[in-house]
């Protein structure tokens, strides 16, 4: 089985010179690691976008099989967690930047950083879940620990058309919460309306002002943007409120005052998806499998050939990709 080729797609910088491409390796290239994982599926994350592309610091190192999530089947294993025929999901732990990741058909990793697919879900499904729908339960999770409830009031999601913020309204809406989308694309508001949202507003209720406080409307919140979106954000949240930050594509910088902090009580809830110990990370699968209406997965899940990856990746930079891009390795 040593010498069994697979393909995979292998990033490698020669100075200043930086090429992606698909290469036939062997499982002798596979780094150590106690599971040998065959690969069905994988993911297309922002972060993932700027590995591919080069366009950010995302890679620690060369050669690097990108792709921070993957789900398969295991095929070796000196885990006692783990058998021969066990289906499992990795997102997170330096995967795809640290360690050769997921856009390749086969995946040797460390037990420790595996789950076992959550019942009720297919390997695709995982995917169309992956980083992205895991940060969202998080946040979620995050915001209830805060005592966030249904009956509290509107609960806004900002980038709600990206793969986090559509996770966040599908189960927000389906647990009951009167969710609020915000999203620069109109062509995605009658998506996000078949997902659960109640309204579908644009970044204007986040516009930058001068006053330290604005109107308050928002009983929670899932922050996907980061920068002057979530400095708005806070202004305008509920007295006790919180908001789960989870994202940057707005920006590294918060541009914010303390007054939400100090006369509102406004909770601001860092979120980590990458470092999550393993109980807290199988109970999040757990509450996804139970609280994400397959029928919305599915309607925001799309299928891609591992060949693509290359033009996808410079589309997901773009803001050009809706939902969840799930990536078949082996197609």
């Known amino acids: 089985m040593s010498e069994k080729p697979f393909k995979a797609l292998l990033l490698e910088k020669d100075n200043d010179e930086f090429k992606a491409s698909l290469k036939t390796l062997s499982l002798d290239?596979?780094?150590?690691?106690?599971?040998?994982?065959?690969?069905?599926?994988?993911t297309l994350n922002y972060k993932d976008g700027l590995a591919v592309t080069n366009k950010g610091k995302v890679v620690r190192g060369f050669p690097m099989i990108p792709g921070i999530d993957l789900a398969g089947t295991v095929a070796e294993s000196s885990s006692p967690?783990?058998?021969?025929?066990?289906?499992?999901?990795?997102?997170?732990?330096?995967?795809g930047e640290k360690y050769w990741g997921g856009y390749s058909q086969m995946a040797r990793v460390n037990a420790g950083w595996l789950v076992p697919l959550p019942a009720g879900l297919t390997l695709a499904q995982s995917m169309g879940i992956g980083t992205a729908g895991f940060t969202a339960m998080l946040s979620i999770l995050a915001l209830e620990k805060m005592g966030l409830t249904p009956g509290d009031g509107e609960v806004v999601v900002t980038g709600a058309s990206g793969g986090v913020g559509s996770i966040a309204v599908a189960v927000l809406a389906n647990l009951g919460y009167t969710v609020v989308a915000s999203t620069g694309r109109v062509e995605s508001h009658d998506y996000l309306k078949e997902l659960g949202a109640?309204?579908?507003?644009?970044?204007?209720?986040?516009?930058?002002?001068?006053?330290?406080?604005?109107?308050?409307?928002?009983?929670?919140?899932?922050?996907?943007?980061?920068?002057?979106?979530?400095?708005?954000?806070?202004?305008?949240?509920?007295?006790?409120?919180?908001?789960?930050?989870?994202?940057?594509?707005?920006?590294?910088?918060?541009?914010?005052?303390?007054l939400p902090f100090i006369l509102r009580g406004v909770n601001l809830l860092g979120i980590d998806s990458v470092m999550v110990p393993y109980e807290p990370r199988v109970e999040?699968?757990?509450?996804?499998?139970?609280?994400?209406?397959?029928?919305?997965?599915?309607?925001?899940?799309?299928?891609?050939?591992?060949?693509?990856?290359?033009?996808?990746?410079?589309?997901?930079?773009?803001?050009?990709i809706r939902g969840r891009l799930v990536i078949d390795v082996n197609a």
């Open 284 to 320: 999040a699968w757990r509450r996804l499998a139970q609280d994400l209406p397959l029928e919305a997965l599915d309607q925001a899940m799309h299928i891609a050939p591992l060949s693509n990856i290359t033009s996808l990746a410079e589309d997901i930079l773009k803001g050009q």
């Open 29 to 42: 290239d596979l780094p150590e690691g106690d599971v040998l994982v065959s690969v069905a599926y994988s």
């Open 198 to 258: 109640a309204e579908v507003v644009d970044r204007s209720p986040f516009a930058p002002s001068k006053r330290p406080l604005e109107s308050a409307r928002w009983a929670g919140a899932v922050d996907t943007v980061g920068g002057e979106i979530l400095a708005s954000l806070l202004k305008t949240m509920n007295s006790g409120a919180s908001v789960a930050a989870c994202g940057n594509a707005g920006g590294f910088d918060l541009p914010a005052t303390v």
């Open 81 to 95: 967690d783990y058998k021969v025929g066990d289906q499992v999901v990795l997102t997170g732990w330096g995967v």
